[in-house]
């Protein structure tokens, strides 16, 4: 995890834009404003979300599985972890 806080502000940073993003759509639909641009907020959400998972995966998979003086099975167990996290994040 020491990866995560090295890099916490601007993840943080990242949650909140999206968090915003969020408060948006939804004002959107409570406002009932027009579809298109209700449609381009949701993506805009979306994308967020896929660019902190892009950058999420790559911090574990450099810290997890790629990092130097890992052992087999810590290499093993990173991996793993971070193909679960693809798997549930692409359905």
Do not use: F, N, W
């Not at 998972?53 to 971070?82: C, F, K, N, W, Y």
């Amino acid at each position: 995890m020491a990866h995560l806080t090295q890099d916490k502000d601007a993840l943080l940073k990242r949650v909140r834009r999206i968090g915003g993003q969020v408060q948006a759509l939804e004002r959107a639909l409570e406002g009932e404003t027009d579809c298109a641009k209700t449609l381009h907020l949701a993506a805009a959400i979306r994308g967020a979300v896929h660019g902190l998972m892009d950058e999420l995966i790559e911090a574990h998979a450099r810290e997890h599985v790629a990092r130097p003086g890992l052992t087999d099975a810590e290499r093993s167990q990173g991996l793993e972890e971070v193909l679960e996290a693809i798997r549930r994040y692409a359905k």
